[in-house]
């Protein structure tokens, strides 16, 4: 199974998503430059968490126009699984392939701290492990988290079941005080219609072995286990 | 020629830092502030020398990477 890891100047996860995504799949895992144009054939794409060109402009903005980005936006469309991690998500909105945008956090605080969030959409090959109503608590270290789309945009969103995660408090209770950045709806991470893309503020990179702390992002990877194991067995 | 080019937030978009702004106004003792929105101006110099087609180079420039237009508006002025 080919997995790669997109790198952008300013990235910083991308070498702890390397390890997880190796740890999942017991494969090696391809780094592709974001000046690259040629990107190998992958069963997946991860874009990784950081602060790619620093954050100039607006967060993932010129990220979103790199080279690398004209190949993986066509890989996303002929449905290769997608997945970005904190301002891989800003730069998977900054390209249009999920709709709505990161904003600065209400506080205008930089928060670096585990939050708990909800899953909402256990159908995606990021979280099918999970059950659906799952509660997890799971780090998130952000300036730019707070996720905006105009009234009907959520309600499309809501309506099709594309929010994936939502921030919540220790009962599972989505209430306002469990919002670290302002997202509108609670937001803490989407999926595009065909479910195959997903983006999302916390880091599970950060939280799948006890030895970090914890173990409640292991589920992304286990689902990325038993997506590719599906889709080979396909 | 130069492009100045202004980005602002559309309404009804919360802007934070504005809000920040206009309350260290406030805590700097200026009266009568009712809202501050804060922007963008970015300031291009382009060879062309062609209005119409530096027009078209600028627009596509705002469309495709200087604003987010999910919640930002610019305008323009060619100086």
């Known amino acids: ?234 | 020629m130069k492009a100045r080019i202004e980005i602002t937030l559309k309404a009804g978009v919360l802007d934070p830092q504005g809000k920040a702004i206009e309350g260290a106004l406030a805590g700097l003792g200026f009266g009568g502030v009712d809202e501050v929105r804060q922007g963008k101006l970015i300031e291009v110099t382009l060879s062309e020398t062609d209005e119409k087609s530096a027009r078209q180079q600028v627009e596509k420039m705002c469309d495709d990477l200087l604003a987010n237009t999910v919640i930002e508006n610019y305008s323009y002025e060619l100086v």
Request: a negative charge; charged letters at 20%; hydrophobic letters at 40%.
């Open chain 1, 1 to 234: 199974m080919k997995s790669t890891v997109i790198v952008f100047p300013g990235s910083n996860c991308d070498r702890d998503m390397k390890v997880a995504l190796e740890k999942a799949t017991g494969s090696t895992v391809d780094m592709a430059w974001h000046g690259d144009t040629d990107l190998k054939p992958s069963d997946l794409i991860v874009l990784p968490g950081g602060f790619s060109y620093g954050d100039y402009l607006r967060p993932g903005a010129m990220a979103a126009k790199s080279p690398i980005m004209a190949n993986v936006i066509a890989r996303a469309k002929s449905g290769t699984p997608i997945l970005g991690i904190c301002n891989g998500f800003q730069v998977l909105c900054e390209t249009g392939l999920l709709p709505g945008v990161l904003m600065r956090n209400a506080s205008l605080r930089y928060v670096c701290r585990d939050v708990h969030v909800k899953v909402e959409q256990p159908e995606t090959p990021f979280t099918l492990a999970y059950q659906k109503g799952a509660i997890l608590r799971i780090p998130v270290a952000h300036h730019d988290g707070n996720y905006f789309a105009d009234a009907d945009q959520l309600d499309r969103l809501e309506g099709e079941d594309q929010v994936v995660v939502r921030y919540c408090n220790e009962d599972g209770n989505v209430a306002a005080s469990a919002n670290p950045n302002g997202s509108q709806r609670n937001i803490a991470g989407i999926c595009d219609g065909s479910r195959r893309i997903v983006g999302m503020m916390p880091h599970p990179e950060r939280l799948f072995e006890s030895a970090l702390g914890g173990c409640d992002g292991l589920g992304v990877l286990d689902s990325i286990k038993q997506a590719v194991n599906t889709a080979v067995a396909h």
